[in-house]
């Protein structure tokens, strides 16, 4: 087990009504507010109002930046960050779901940088000096953005979406009402479902034997709880407890908690990152595609006993049975509620995806040599995902 420090600052108010406190927690950065959205739900909602109406009650000065893209651009994050330098902004104000987030944080970096923000992607030795404080409204129970130190960002010119972190980057303050999350659609519900599922289960893999049992009880914990809200939240998307769980446990999924004892090695996300860089799907549909796909590849004798635990523990497979019945009754399962429970499209074909770049997105994820995840990943393994998933 390796030793570590936990260090998350940022105040979570949770629940209905907390806006109330916005104004005051705005405040302790400075009076000039840039307030970033994406492509207007916010205002479909009557958030925006509300909004608008608890800065102007606390007397600060708004800006706005609007259109943030799912999947968000590295020349909105330039744009947002040159409002920043040209207005002297004192706090940035980040409102939707991981995309809007992930831009803000940065714009709030890129405010004190005079180049092009992808830099910090392209190489990411260029470090981050300075960000603007930020404060989030969580409107998309998904990506843990709200709650952690890193983003993702897309080049469209270059077919890149690159993640980066840095404790710099984490919201100050992240306001959490799961009643703003009843909107959110069938279908945004699931992917961001799949996606929590996904922090969850990367970690869960990664961490072998070496960790916490706490924490390995934790994530078996959280996987459950999105098995059990994802699909009540689907069929009666006011249900504020389904909303509610489904809200914290996308926090805690990737705020560092369960990932803390161990290495961070990740398969799933960088094999859906190139997907989403290539073609633009949503994040979590891609995860539920590659997931499978990528259990059934390193499934073999060696990984067993971690296939055997996950079937057992999170999906109560008999424990009676031969071990590898319940690796596979276990991936099965996983297929059953990615593909039956939350509806979501299990293959690429159907998407309009052939192999035409699979060879490029396997050799940039190997470009360093294999991706050191759970079980090592060659180019030709990360090929041979990609062709599963057709
Ligand atoms: O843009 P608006 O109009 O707000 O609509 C959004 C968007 O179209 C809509 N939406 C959000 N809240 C809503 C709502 N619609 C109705 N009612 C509401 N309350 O949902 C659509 C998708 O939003 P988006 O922010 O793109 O989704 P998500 O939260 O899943 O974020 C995905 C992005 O985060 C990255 C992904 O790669 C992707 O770029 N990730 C960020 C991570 C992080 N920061 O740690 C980790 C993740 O693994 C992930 O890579
Ligand atoms: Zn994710």
Redesign the pocket.
């Known amino acids: 087990m390796n030793n570590f420090v936990y260090d998350i600052p940022t105040r979570v108010y949770f629940g209905t009504g907390q806006l109330v406190n916005l104004g005051k927690e705005l405040k302790r950065f400075g009076t000039r507010v840039l307030l970033v959205?994406?492509?207007?739900?916010?205002k479909?909602?009557g958030?925006y109002d509300t909004i608008v109406g608890e800065i102007s009650k606390a007397g600060l000065e708004l800006h706005e930046f609007s259109g943030?893209?799912?999947?968000?651009r590295h020349t909105s994050v330039n744009a947002g960050a040159a409002i920043c330098r040209e207005k002297n902004i004192d706090v940035v104000l980040a409102?939707?779901?991981?995309?809007?987030?992930?831009a803000s944080?940065f714009i709030c970096a890129g405010r004190y940088y005079n180049g092009d923000i992808w830099d910090f992607f392209r190489d990411k030795t260029t470090p981050i000096e300075r960000a603007l404080p930020l404060v989030t409204i969580l409107?998309?129970?998904?990506?843990?953005?709200e709650m952690?130190p890193?983003?993702?960002?897309?080049n469209m010119d270059t077919h890149e979406?690159i993640?980066r972190?840095d404790p710099k980057l984490l919201p100050k303050v992240s306001f959490l009402d799961p009643t703003?999350?009843?909107?959110?659609?069938k279908y945004?519900t699931a992917?961001?479902s799949a996606?929590i599922f996904?922090?969850i289960s990367e970690t869960y893999f990664a961490r072998k034997d070496n960790g916490l049992y706490m924490l390995d009880k934790f994530a078996e914990g959280i996987m459950k709880t999105v098995i059990r809200n994802a699909p009540v939240a689907m069929e009666d998307p006011e249900n504020y407890e389904a909303r509610a769980n489904l809200m914290w446990a996308g926090s805690w999924a990737?705020n560092n908690f369960i990932r803390i004892d161990t290495p961070n090695k990740w398969s799933c996300?960088p094999l859906?990152?190139e997907l989403?860089a290539f073609y633009d799907i949503?994040?979590?549909l891609g995860?539920a595609i590659v997931t499978p796909r990528w259990m059934r590849h390193v499934l073999n004798e060696e990984t067993l006993p971690m296939f055997v635990r996950f079937g057992v523990e999170v999906w109560e497979i008999d424990y009676n049975l031969p071990d590898m019945e319940i690796a596979l009754e276990g991936i099965r399962s996983l297929e059953d509620f990615l593909y039956k429970d939350l509806g979501l499209t299990s293959n690429l074909t159907d998407l309009g995806i052939t192999d035409e770049h699979f060879e490029e997105m396997a050799a940039r994820i190997t470009k360093n040599g294999p991706l050191m995840g759970f079980a090592p990943l060659t180019k030709e393994d990360c090929l041979a995902i990609y062709k599963a998933c057709l």
């Open positions: 959205y994406g492509g207007g739900s916010i479909r909602t958030l943030i893209e799912p999947n968000p409102v939707g779901g991981g995309s809007v987030i992930d944080k409107t998309l129970a998904a990506t843990g953005s952690d890193g983003a993702v960002i897309s979406k993640g972190a703003l999350t009843y909107t959110v659609s945004q992917c961001g996606d996904s922090h990737i996300h859906e990152h989403s949503t994040h979590g995860l």
